[in-house]
């Protein structure tokens, strides 16, 4: 089926009475869309081609194309599944200039028909736009041998998993779940929610964001600038955890935990404190307006250090609402007892 075919009429593409698959396959329907969405955006990239594209209108133009389709488009949708994407994401590898986005397309696809799952293969690393303001309910995940820029930009809400190479997981999203299993450059970058975990290999976590942060694996740094959640370490971290963390949150409370290891650990940052892990350098050294508690502290108050016991087999778990009690309650007690922030060797 060729695109010309898409469409008897393509300024009426939200008229039901016009189109042209009304007996396709969803694999029919998809791919079709697919190219007709390509077709509108080709000439467009000649002037977008050195600069980044305006992502809501790639978004929206899908969104405009697949809507007619939404009650024939159903559960899992696969993008190996079809030749043309491949086609263009080879394209894209060669020549990073010509980056067409595709996951914005999907993204329309997935947030605006019945498809609650989109599973992402092979792509070129140059494409980008999966996940792009992802609903609740839904679901992205990137295969074990899949790669691409990044997903989840600006989720509403759904699940985020990689378990190949990715660029940014998360950025500037409102909520949802975030699952790193495999690498990922970072996780979260200026978040104003959701749950963030990393279980293998991630550039950074949180900076310059809010929500809650969990590293098991390992991570260059966590909750660099960053606003109120919390940031918990059970993996390595190679630098900054916290530098200059809760600096700029304007309501509640930036919480930093650590029981891994990490290199400096809330360098002039601002908040609530606890080392029971192991910080090389520089413990809470600079801080304004701060709570902190280190090892020494937790092996001389039995009930601290109990709290922190119950924060790490919560955080083992990912079980983030718990860790969210568990936090105010250790809030409270350093705010009682007002342990002094202090450099360590």
Request: aromatic content about 10%.
């Amino acid at each position: 089926m060729t695109q010309e075919h898409l469409y008897k009429k393509a300024d009426k593409a939200d008229d039901m009475a016009d189109l042209d698959l009304k007996d396709a396959e969803p694999m029919q329907i998809v791919g079709a869309c697919y190219a007709e969405w390509l077709n509108e955006n080709t000439d467009k990239y000649k002037v977008w081609m050195h600069s980044d594209p305006p992502r809501e209108i790639l978004y929206r133009n899908a969104c405009r194309i697949i809507r007619p389709f939404k009650e024939k488009l159903a559960g899992e949708l696969y993008t190996d599944r079809l030749p043309l994407v491949k086609k263009i994401s080879e394209e894209a590898e060669k020549n990073s200039c010509k980056d067409y986005d595709t996951g914005y397309f999907f993204s329309a696809v997935l947030n605006e028909t019945g498809v609650n799952k989109l599973c992402i293969g092979r792509l070129s690393r140059n494409e980008g736009g999966f996940g792009y303001r992802l609903q609740p309910g839904k679901t992205v995940e990137v295969l074990r041998w899949g790669r691409v820029s990044h997903i989840g930009d600006r989720a509403e809400g759904g699940t985020v998993v990689n378990n190949g190479d990715v660029g940014g997981m998360g950025d500037y999203a409102k909520s949802g779940k975030f699952v790193n299993n495999g690498r990922a450059d970072s996780m979260g970058f200026f978040a104003e929610s959701g749950d963030f975990i990393n279980h293998n290999h991630a550039g950074s976590m949180g900076n310059y964001a809010s929500g809650n942060f969990i590293n098991h694996g390992k991570v260059r740094n966590i909750g660099g600038e960053s606003k109120a959640g919390i940031f918990i370490n059970c993996g390595s971290i190679e630098e900054e955890f916290g530098k200059d963390g809760g600096r700029f949150m304007e309501n509640g409370m930036s919480y930093f935990f650590n029981f891994g290891t990490a290199e400096r650990m809330g360098l002039k940052g601002k908040g609530v404190f606890v080392n029971s892990g192991i910080v090389k350098k520089t413990f809470v050294y600079g801080a304004a307006e701060s709570f902190a508690a280190d090892r020494k502290v937790l092996k001389e108050n039995t009930e601290l250090n109990a709290l922190m016991g119950k924060i790490r087999l919560a955080a083992e778990s990912d079980n983030i609402s718990k860790i969210e009690k568990l936090a105010r309650k250790v809030d409270g007690h350093l705010r009682g007892k007002k342990y002094k922030p202090r450099k360590i060797a």
